[in-house]
């Protein structure tokens, strides 16, 4: 698979956990980059998305102020860091690429390659 996430785990309500997303022999100056989660039960949702040169950065609802995304090109490294973690927050979160557009959407029909996943558990 061209992207490869880590960082993944189990954490504690109000712990932290950075998310990365590798690239390797993948362009991603010329693409949007953005975060997925699934949980057990549920239907895939976008949690945000950060357009290719990192100036236009979006959040779902439900995680804004706690989660910050970020991209390295240079690295082909893309980043979720996600903080105040709640029990809601568990599942199995996937990195996506898809061709750039003048901002980010966090519309999993905007992306055409995929990670395998990395999987978070909020629990005490």
């Known amino acids: 698979l061209p992207l490869v996430e880590s960082g993944g785990g189990l954490v504690q309500p109000g712990g932290s956990l950075r998310l990365s997303c590798a690239a390797p022999g993948f362009d991603t100056d010329y693409y949007d980059v953005a975060w997925f989660r699934q949980a057990p039960g549920k239907e895939r949702e976008g949690v945000s998305c950060?357009?290719?040169?990192?100036?236009?950065?979006n959040y779902e609802e439900d995680v804004k102020g706690r989660f910050t995304i970020s991209r390295d090109n240079a690295r082909g490294m893309a980043y979720l860091q996600m903080n105040g973690l709640k029990p809601e927050d568990t599942g199995t979160y996937y990195c996506a690429a898809g061709p750039a557009t003048w901002h980010c959407l966090t519309e999993a029909a905007s992306y055409n390659t995929w990670g395998q996943g990395t999987r978070v558990t909020v629990s005490s």
């Open positions: 950060i357009s290719r040169l990192g100036g236009k950065k």
